[in-house]
């Protein structure tokens, strides 16, 4: 919120760049993660509460159409660099997390028991969320027969879809990569190669599992209450729109050699 009043208050300057306007939009994560960090909290999820806060307040009211424009690649880009360097990272160690399987997780079988354990959470992981999009759903119907208003359920392969799609990844491999080696008295970090091999193997898994199923549970699905015949407009609309902006940049990119 101090950062939305900060970007009102740019806006209210003329002249100000947008590049300025980006930048207080770029410092938000590092700004919550260092306070966080001070006294003593999670760095990692106030990155992220900061992220979900940022996109609920409103803050993009406040930039100009040339800032949202370049903040908007901006965090593609950066989305898609520090998504790749967390995996690139998690395959450097996966050699070492299979080999060096935790003791705790093979007392009955050195195979069966780490794998069956990695599923088993995996499963619940997805079972959770198939839950708490079921209690948004019918929160969300609850309320509009309170208001009156007209809703439709999402309905069994929606709610699965969501579940499986809601696959584990960089936040979960941010925040297991960042416990220390070991505690302020110098002894090692209890469990953590338990919880580094575990969170690694849900990932991988829900990976996995997404990949294979979601392509079939998705078949055919359509958004609740959207028509058919709207929806295969909406998919032509969005194909023409993206035929124009190629054409455009090809012709603006030929006007510029010429």
């Given at each position: 919120?101090?950062?939305?009043?900060?970007?009102?208050?740019?806006?209210?300057?003329?002249?100000?760049?947008?590049?300025?306007?980006?930048?207080?939009?770029?410092?938000?994560?590092?700004?919550?993660?260092?306070?966080a960090?001070?006294?003593?909290a999670?760095?990692?999820?106030?990155?992220?509460?900061?992220?979900?806060v940022?996109?609920?307040?409103?803050?993009?009211?406040?930039?100009?159409?040339s800032?949202?424009?370049?903040?908007?690649?901006?965090?593609?880009?950066?989305?898609f660099?520090?998504?790749?360097?967390?995996?690139?990272?998690?395959?450097?160690?996966?050699?070492?997390?299979?080999?060096?399987?935790?003791?705790?997780?093979?007392?009955?079988?050195?195979?069966?028991?780490?794998v069956?354990?990695?599923?088993?959470?995996?499963?619940?992981?997805?079972?959770?969320?198939?839950?708490?999009?079921w209690?948004?759903?019918?929160?969300?119907?609850?309320?509009?027969?309170?208001?009156?208003?007209?809703a439709?359920?999402?309905?069994?392969?929606?709610?699965?879809?969501?579940?499986?799609?809601?696959?584990?990844?960089?936040?979960?491999?941010?925040?297991?990569?960042?416990?220390?080696?070991?505690?302020?008295?110098?002894?090692?970090?209890?469990?953590?190669?338990?919880?580094?091999?575990?969170?690694?193997?849900?990932?991988?898994?829900?990976?996995?599992?997404?990949?294979?199923?979601?392509?079939?549970?998705?078949?055919?699905?359509?958004?609740?209450?959207?028509?058919?015949?709207?929806?295969?407009?909406?998919?032509?609309?969005?194909?023409?729109?993206?035929?124009?902006?190629?054409?455009?940049?090809?012709?603006?990119?030929?006007?510029?050699?010429?």
């Amino acid at each position: 919120f101090v950062a939305a009043k900060a970007l009102q208050v740019l806006g209210r300057i003329g002249g100000t760049p947008a590049g300025a306007q980006v930048l207080v939009m770029g410092l938000l994560p590092f700004v919550a993660y260092l306070i966080a960090e001070h006294v003593g909290a999670s760095g990692i999820l106030a990155a992220v509460t900061a992220g979900l806060v940022t996109g609920t307040s409103g803050i993009f009211r406040h930039l100009s159409v040339s800032a949202r424009i370049q903040a908007m690649s901006l965090w593609s880009m950066l989305t898609f660099v520090f998504n790749g360097a967390l995996f690139i990272l998690l395959g450097l160690q996966l050699p070492d997390i299979i080999r060096r399987v935790p003791p705790e997780l093979t007392s009955r079988h050195w195979l069966f028991e780490p794998v069956l354990t990695v599923l088993i959470l995996t499963l619940c992981v997805i079972g959770l969320r198939f839950l708490w999009i079921w209690i948004g759903d019918m929160a969300s119907m609850i309320a509009a027969r309170l208001g009156k208003r007209k809703a439709e359920p999402f309905g069994f392969r929606v709610r699965l879809a969501g579940s499986v799609a809601g696959v584990r990844g960089a936040i979960t491999l941010a925040g297991i990569l960042s416990l220390p080696l070991a505690l302020q008295d110098g002894s090692p970090f209890p469990a953590r190669d338990v919880v580094i091999f575990l969170a690694a193997g849900v990932i991988i898994c829900s990976l996995v599992i997404a990949s294979l199923a979601l392509p079939r549970i998705a078949r055919g699905l359509v958004e609740p209450g959207e028509d058919p015949g709207a929806a295969e407009e909406r998919r032509a609309r969005a194909g023409a729109a993206k035929a124009a902006i190629a054409k455009i940049e090809s012709l603006a990119s030929e006007g510029g050699e010429g």
